[in-house]
């Protein structure tokens, strides 16, 4: 019984030496190809390097070359000004021969004065107070709101008021103005 465990032993160790050797040969045992510029044949192969020499040289000339003016601003963008002795007599500009397009509606107007804006309950709707400009009547709105039965109230903000007339679908907006002072009587 010692006798057949100490052969498995030595058997054991027998393989472990034989895959190490072939390990040993699979990496270090053969010879490896040359990686230097000569080849096994003797022959030299260039490097692939570029000349420098004459980088150098249109170095030097953009570095010594100097900026001379030709009148433009090149810190301008845009063409340069021509003048006009050289521009000749100038040209009627093209112009559209037929019926001209209409002429687009003016953009919305809001005949009231937007001098304030409050909420009446606590966290509910901003409403926005508008003082006819030839009275001293005081409409007060809130967006989603019709004044003059044609003009929707759209915004109600901080220093401006949007609005939008229905009739014509354009869009305009008031700004905030201070009431004037009225005189003391």
Not at 12 to 18: C, F, Y
Not at 24 to 35: D, E, I, N, Q, S
Not at 43 to 49: N, R, S, V
Not at 92 to 120: C, D, I, K, T
Request: glycine share 10%; hydrophobic share 35%; charged share 20%.
């Amino acid at each position: 019984m010692a006798q057949t465990k100490q052969r498995n032993e030595l058997i054991a160790l027998g393989a472990l030496v034989l895959s190490a050797a072939v390990i040993w040969y699979a990496y270090y045992g053969r010879t490896a190809k040359p990686k230097s510029g000569i080849a096994a044949n003797g022959q030299y192969t260039e490097i692939d390097a570029q000349d420098y020499g004459r980088f150098i040289v249109d170095l030097d000339k953009t570095q010594k070359t100097e900026y001379k003016s030709t009148g433009r601003n090149i810190f301008v963008i845009g063409p340069m000004p021509v003048e006009q002795a050289k521009q000749g007599p100038v040209k009627e500009p093209w112009r559209n021969v037929g019926p001209m397009p209409p002429l687009p509606p003016p953009p919305a107007q809001l005949p009231m004065v937007f001098f304030g804006y409050g909420m009446l309950p606590a966290g509910g709707p901003r409403q926005a107070f508008l003082k006819e400009e030839n009275g001293d009547e005081v409409h007060i709105v809130s967006e989603g709101d019709l004044v003059l039965n044609h003009i929707r109230i759209l915004h109600i903000g901080n220093e401006r008021l949007d609005f939008e007339d229905i009739n014509t679908g354009q869009k305009g907006s008031k700004t905030l103005e201070a009431p004037a002072p009225q005189a003391a009587s």
